[in-house]
């Protein structure tokens, strides 16, 4: 089968209006390129020629809206990314009130590394004992790798670089160990989390946090 290399304005509005109305799920907010790039990737993937057979593959499948979330989903991160911000957080929480425990949400976590940032950021404060955690995000394997926290070598060196340029006096490698090709993060970073299943779309929000991570989630 050829691959699909496009799809119109008039099928993208069809599908996304489709799964709104049948899912709840709404699209609008999405940067249009990149979910129509994703939406043609899905295409080719499951072999399938057009919108027309990919809704037929929802009707018929009802699980796969799941699987369509997570393939749509962009879940490029990395820690400590935009060094200069973690610089400014870290010079903003050292002031931070010394009776007053800290709540944070990390919505749209994807695989953790934003989490394990902060969580670096809160023990180098002296505040992780303070903090309390919720890390969400809708792709369930996402979640689960972040709870993991083991990350391939490759994808630390841009951690580790990232980490020097926002604190060039501390040495990286005491947060992992390594394991071949992977370094696994300290459980220890993240004990103050509490990761979840939820859709910033569809699902309530959940109230008082004096902390909210929503990054390069609406993608
Ligand atoms: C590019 S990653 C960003 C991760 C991290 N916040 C960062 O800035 O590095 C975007 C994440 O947002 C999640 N996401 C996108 N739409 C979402 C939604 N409606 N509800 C929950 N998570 C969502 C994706 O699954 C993905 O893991």
């Known amino acids: 089968m050829s691959l699909v290399q496009n799809v119109t304005d008039e099928e993208m509005n069809s599908l996304t209006q489709s799964i709104l109305t049948r899912y709840g799920i709404d699209f609008t907010c999405y940067e249009p390129k990149s979910l129509r790039r994703r939406i043609i ?14 809704w037929v593959h929802f009707l018929r499948d009802t699980k796969f809206v799941h699987v369509f979330m997570n393939e749509i989903s962009v879940g490029m991160t990395s ?33 953790g590394e934003e989490v394990f940032s902060f969580g670096i950021l809160l023990k180098e404060t002296n505040l992780q004992e303070r903090a309390k955690a919720f890390a969400s995000d809708f792709n369930q394997n996402a979640l689960t ?43 220890d970073l993240i004990k103050h989390v509490n990761f979840s299943y939820h859709n910033l779309i569809t699902d309530a929000y959940p109230q008082g946090f004096d902390v909210i991570f929503c990054r390069n989630v609406m993608i």
């Open 79 to 111: 820690m400590f990314r935009d060094p200069i911000l973690w610089k400014r957080l870290k010079a903003r929480m050292l002031k931070y009130p010394s009776d007053k425990t800290i709540s944070i949400w990390h919505a749209g976590c994807s695989t």
């Open 145 to 187: 790798e972040a709870k993991a926290g083991v990350y391939h070598k490759i994808k630390m060196i841009e951690n580790e670089t990232n980490y020097r340029e926002y604190n060039a006096f501390q040495n990286f490698g005491k947060y992992y160990t390594s394991d071949g090709k992977y370094a696994i993060m300290n459980q």
């Open 41 to 54: 990737r899905v295409l080719n993937k499951f072999d399938l020629s057009s919108i027309h057979e990919l």
